[in-house]
């Protein structure tokens, strides 16, 4: 009997899960954004310490104005990006004994993550113009380290600095085209530092394969220069970054209000069926047709099917 009287007066409950947003908000440094979600702007500088770059321009030698640049280039990148450096030739010398382990020498010796200062100047000290250049083999391992972070809202930057061609047997712009077509989606930006004319091919070669951009740059201020325009598209994905962030916040507002609405539509909605199921009871006795004790036996059995419903009884 009573499973037929809840029958008549049960209500429709709204599904609070229907309150719930299921949007992906990005954002956020080593692929962790604000909703857990994977969103990042990362960027990869892969430096050719090969011998050459122990040549002088002014009073500095190559190797010392590119560790100058990228020192101020990562400092100056927004908090929630990723910064990592890859070299390559580091190790052994320019000759032919050695050319093995210096093709050989590749190197990630700043992981891709946030700019921590007293770290990258560590890892740009372990290394000084070494030995020969295996850049196809740096812009492989450039794409292995970029490789988590290919999601829909990652932005990757790559810069490549030498000032020469592959000297290591490699073919850097097949490699490049492979990194376009990985997915991984980079920008590549190649700067020639100080390169010989003769050379500059290959370079404008391998920024052509990979999609990006090829310039050579003279001195340390041109070189600097070529780093800090990409400080703008970072700013960009900074800002955007943030607005979604705090729409995030506002749709959880929201969200936990939509939620407070329901439940307390469930309880309102729950007093009334109480209410209706003990009125039915009382006019069922008072017509004789329950007693007093089956009465209240029915009651609680009632409550319990209200509650075993999983709604809210009070």
Known sequence: MLEHLYSLFKMEYEDPMGALRSGSVPGGPGGSGPDGSDASYNVEILLDASGSMANVIGSKTRMELAKEAIRSFASSLPAEANAGLRVYGHKGTGSKADKAMSCASNELVYPIQPYEESQLAESLNQFNPAGWTPLAGA??????????????????????????????????VQSAAALKASGISPIVHIIGFDVASKEEQQLQDVAEAAGGTYTNARNHEQLKAEFDWSLEDAKKWQDWWLEEKNN???????????????????KVQNRSESHKMQHALLTLQTQGKINSPQQKQDHRHAQRILLGNGRPYS
Not at 144 to 154: F, I, M, Q, R
Not at 250 to 258: A, Q
């Open 139 to 172: 812009i492989g391992q450039a794409q292995k380290d970029l490789e988590p972070y290919k999601g829909e809202h990652d932005e990757n930057v790559i810069f490549v600095v030498s000032d020469g061609m592959e000297t290591c047997g490699g073919d850097p």
């Open 248 to 266: 995030l916040v506002m749709d959880k507002f929201g969200e936990r209000s939509d939620i407070n609405k329901i439940e307390i539509n469930w």
